[in-house]
């Protein structure tokens, strides 16, 4: 079965530097990576999406990496502020789970003023 | 996007009964998705409620368990039946728009 990893341990990162996430996965490349955020008591939040032959995708401070040889997703923030401090999820679909989509664990960061 | 209300927020229940949790979207979708969310863990699928049709149950989570009704293209209720604390956790529905997922606030709750 299809798994996905991100690092479970709490990322701890100095304002001002860019903070960068990781999710790997077994198997099958995805169609689609997404990443979201989530704060506590909140419903997860969509970020970026970045399909199977995109390598790259920018949004604002955020970029997203897609390395389908290494099975790997970097999230990258850059110029990182208190208020990113959230926990970022990765989440996968593949093109014959009928629009399913699979979640990370994801991984708390914490922005240090 | 997407703006999706659930109710209740919260909820505290006894073991044995039952809670419905409701969730209205601003506009249309076909399809609309129940996640549960444990302590420490990845959100994970429950049933996906199509309008006009039974919803298709995840691997582990039966019809009995968490029945589903979907009267129209903007509500959906999730029933969690017969509840035992290993059901406390954090509920949340979702819908698609576009390859991109919004979800609601999520309701959490505490079996006792």
């Known amino acids: 079965s299809q798994k996905i990893e991100q690092n479970s341990e709490a990322l701890n990162i100095q304002e001002g530097k860019t903070a960068t996430l990781t999710c790997n996965y077994t198997n099958y490349s995805p169609a689609y990576l997404q990443w979201y955020r989530q704060d506590p008591g909140r419903g997860p939040v969509f970020l970026l999406l970045?399909?199977?032959?995109?390598k790259e995708k920018r949004k604002e401070r955020l970029k997203v990496t897609f390395d389908t040889t290494l099975k790997q997703s970097l999230f990258h923030i850059t110029a990182s502020q208190p208020a990113d401090s959230a926990t970022y999820l990765c989440a996968l679909a593949w093109v014959n789970r009928d629009d399913k989509i699979i979640f990370g664990k994801g991984t708390r960061l914490h922005i240090l003023p | 996007s997407a703006v999706i209300s659930q109710k209740p927020s919260r909820d505290i229940c006894q073991r044995g009964t039952s809670l419905t949790i409701q969730c209205q979207v601003d506009s249309q979708v076909t399809m609309m998705f129940w996640y549960r969310q444990q302590p420490g863990q990845s959100l994970t699928l429950i049933a996906t409620a199509n309008q006009g049709s039974e919803a298709t149950y995840e691997s582990g989570f039966v019809i009995d368990k968490f029945p589903i009704s979907r009267p129209n293209l903007t509500f959906s209720t999730l029933t969690v039946s017969n509840m035992s604390p290993e059901d406390s956790s954090i509920y949340l529905c979702?819908?698609?728009?576009?390859?991109?997922?919004?979800f609601g606030p999520g309701t959490r709750l505490t079996v006792t």
């Open positions: 970045i399909r199977e032959n995109e």
């Open positions: 979702s819908v698609e728009r576009v390859g991109e997922q919004y």
